[in-house]
């Protein structure tokens, strides 16, 4: 599995404010830039922390890029929904039309929730007892043939995959603006490390819209 992060961070680090609400962080050519490298995998992820406060669809993306990179026939990328307890809303708009949605979930699920969210059509995948084992769930998304996929936050599912030492690479837009906020979520929540920090090397600077884009590999 190749796994690439996405996010857009102000310049203090925060993904959204302590309200959690979508913000413009980035602009037009970063959000183009992000539909290009959607139609570069295979599926987009996201926590459902971010389900639950931008309600995203995981739909847009550049299709004539995705002919140029990977063919007429290539399908649009799936979108993948890490969610232990299954707390998405079946009217959520990540379930509706378009491209397969596949709920990673755990044991901990209770089983209603799990049938109601079969029942408006995803896919589940359960692994893991009290969270998603997320080696475990990329390893049978692969099984179906998704083999890169996109992760576009947020903080808390972002910092697991670094603790699995799942990521192989990360890209960041850092915008002009200071969000500010101990509570307001960041790049990487979770726990945070206090040693054996994974370690990066940079890849790529370019300027965007009115900030940076930063491109790292994981070591
Ligand atoms: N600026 C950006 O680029 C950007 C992108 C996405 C989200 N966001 C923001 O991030 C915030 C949401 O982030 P968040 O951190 O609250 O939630 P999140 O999206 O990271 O989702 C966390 C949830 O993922 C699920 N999960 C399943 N397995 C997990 C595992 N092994 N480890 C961790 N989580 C697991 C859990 O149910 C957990 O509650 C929102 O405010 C949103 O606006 C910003
Ligand atoms: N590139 C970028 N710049 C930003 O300033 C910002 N706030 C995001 N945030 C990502 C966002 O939280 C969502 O995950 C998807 O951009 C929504 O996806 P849809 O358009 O619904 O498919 N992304």
């Known amino acids: 599995m190749d796994v690439l992060v996405n996010a857009a961070v102000s310049a ?14 980035s602009g037009e050519a970063d959000f183009a830039r992000v539909d290009r490298l959607r139609a570069e995998v295979d599926g987009i992820v996201v926590g459902v922390g971010t389900v639950l ?3 995203p669809s995981l739909i847009r993306h550049d299709e004539a890029h995705r002919r140029k990179r990977r063919g007429p026939n290539a399908p649009p990328p799936v979108r993948i929904v890490a969610d232990s307890r299954c707390r998405t809303p079946t009217g959520a708009d990540v379930l509706a039309g378009g491209p397969t949605t596949y709920l990673l979930t755990s044991e901990a699920a209770p089983p209603e929730r799990r049938e109601a969210l079969r029942d408006v059509g995803a896919e589940t995948v359960v692994a893991g007892d009290e969270r998603v084992d997320l080696g475990e769930a990329f390893g049978r998304l692969e099984d179906d043939g998704i083999e890169r996929l996109l992760v576009e936050g947020g903080g808390e599912l972002i910092f697991s995959l670094f603790e699995a030492g799942l990521v192989d690479e990360l890209t960041v837009f850092i915008g002009n603006m200071i969000i500010g906020g101990r509570d307001a979520p960041t790049l990487a929540d979770g726990e945070g490390f206090v040693s054996a920090f994974p370690e990066l090397e940079l890849a790529g600077v370019e300027q965007l819209d009115s900030g940076v884009v930063l491109e790292w590999t994981v070591r």
């Open 12 to 25: 203090d680090g925060k993904l959204s404010s302590r309200r959690r609400e979508q913000i413009a962080i």
């Open 53 to 55: 406060a931008d309600d």
